[in-house]
């Protein structure tokens, strides 16, 4: 079993939403809920992962597959994911180069 196998399908979605370089308050606007509970997702997902960082955390889906990473991972992230098409809203994001964010995926605290 892979460490991403572990993931559970919204700690996917906050990580895949972080490599696309939203901020933690876009995606809580993006996932219906507040900045504290994606803090708490990446907390997780960085155990899960054993990654310390955001960027990190990015690295880690881009060496993944990117977009496309949820495609590989175990049934049961792929099922609590089913309906999540990975494009979040673009409201208030300013687009940069071949469609991804302004945002950086930096490093520091979740």
Same mark, same amino acid.
Request: aromatic letters at 6%.
């Given at each position: ?5 572990? /993931? @559970? ?9 972080? $490599? ?20 708490? *997702? ?12 955001? /960027?990190? %955390?990015? /690295? *880690? +889906? ?5 977009? @496309? $990473? ?9 099922? %609590? ?5 990975? =494009?979040?809203?673009?409201?208030? +994001? @300013?687009?940069?180069?071949?469609? =991804? ?7 520091? @605290?979740?």
């Amino acid at each position: 079993m892979q460490p991403r196998d572990r /993931l @559970t399908g919204k700690e996917v979605q906050v990580a895949t939403l972080v $490599w696309q370089g939203l901020t933690n308050k876009d995606i809580a606007g993006v996932l219906g809920t507040s900045e504290q509970v994606v803090k708490n *997702y990446l907390r997780t997902a960085f155990d899960k992962l054993g990654v310390w960082t955001r /960027l990190e %955390l990015a /690295l *880690y +889906v881009a060496s993944h597959g990117g977009a @496309t $990473w949820h495609a590989q991972l175990g049934a049961e992230a792929r099922s %609590l994911a089913v309906g999540w098409e990975g =494009r979040p809203s673009d409201e208030g +994001v @300013t687009l940069v180069g071949n469609g =991804r964010k302004a945002a950086a995926a930096s490093g520091g @605290t979740p």
